[in-house]
């Protein structure tokens, strides 16, 4: 049972004082405590307003009208042990460097638990979860809270961002692929591989980010717009938001073992000794073709599509979990 100073009852209030005042109540609770609130209507409103903020939260109905709602809402979804790969980096972009440090991959394998993505690895998860509380404390002040921001903003962000990085920079990976492969692959066999990769990958993107930019990401701004404005919005065209992240999920995980495939050919983008100055640039290019990807990947995977998924599951009518 949740303790008295976390009943709060705004059936009295003004419609406008409601929502604030709720807010307000949440914000003051800690991590794992319960606010049970008592409201004469349905406060769906409340649930998204609460997940465009990016807060972490579970919304438990306990009744149901018609003359009150009450339900309760926990602060933090799930911590210690429990946090996954995504759910660390989503809240705390920073975070990911000590990821990327002992190659613990938070994008495609951002569902794995920390815990159990050391494992994995062989690593110590004391001294993971040590550096991770370290990184948090020292974030850089400049780093954008993209788990705070809405739909809309993700999706052109992404857009704007990361499709635009792809657009740019793939023409010029495929040209040095292709270069460096028919002048070195005779001493060096593994760039005629990476050339092969290079334009798998290429291919792999193109239509993936059609896919996103016609259809999936107008679909996720089309839902948050009816969010915002109370309405219903249509989704007959795609069937199901879920069925197509999924395939955008699977063809996540394509791209990325494609350039883990890369990684290993290329010893970790190490040069040779009779490396030219297209043989440098490719591997640099490569590599930071890969940083992007991974939070390029990372934003979709672990922020933008499990929101997206919650409002469709409240747009259908579900009860959240």
Request: glycine share 6%.
């Amino acid at each position: 049972m949740p303790a008295a100073e976390n009943v709060l009852d705004v059936t009295l209030l003004k419609p406008a004082e409601k929502q604030p005042f709720i807010f307000i109540r949440f914000d003051e609770l800690y991590n794992g405590e319960t606010l049970t609130i008592y409201i004469d209507h349905d406060p769906k409103s409340l649930y998204y307003q609460l997940l465009e903020r990016g807060a972490a939260f579970s919304w438990e109905y306990m009744e149901e009208g018609p003359e009150w709602w009450k339900i309760n809402i926990t602060k933090g979804l799930r911590e210690g042990n429990d946090e996954t790969l995504g759910q660390v980096a989503a809240k705390d972009l920073q975070k990911a460097e000590v990821f990327k440090k002992y190659g613990l991959d938070f994008c495609c394998g951002g569902k794995k638990t920390v815990r159990e993505a050391c494992e994995e690895k062989g690593l110590d998860f004391e001294e993971i979860t040590n550096e991770l509380e370290l990184a948090g404390k020292t974030s850089a002040a400049g780093t954008l809270p993209y788990n705070d921001q809405n739909l809309d903003f993700l999706a052109d962000h992404i857009v704007n961002t990361h499709h635009g990085y792809i657009k740019k920079m793939l023409p010029e990976i495929r040209t040095y692929a292709f270069k460096v492969a028919n002048v070195h692959g005779t001493r060096h066999p593994e760039l005629s591989a990476i050339w092969k990769l290079t334009e798998e990958i290429n291919a792999e993107l193109i239509t993936h980010m059609i896919k996103e930019e016609e259809l999936i990401f107008p679909t996720i701004k089309a839902l948050a717009g009816a969010v915002t404005n109370a309405e219903q919005a249509d989704l007959s065209h795609v069937g199901s938001i879920q069925n197509l992240i999924s395939a955008l999920e699977t063809e996540h995980e394509l791209a990325g073992r494609n350039l883990e495939a890369i990684r290993l050919l290329s010893n970790n983008y190490s040069l040779p000794g009779d490396a030219c100055g297209s043989y440098d640039l490719l591997y640099k290019m490569l590599a930071e073709f890969e940083d992007d990807l991974h939070t390029h990947v990372h934003l979709e995977n672990n922020i933008l599509f499990p929101k997206a998924l919650k409002m469709e599951e409240m747009m259908k009518g579900r009860k959240p979990q």
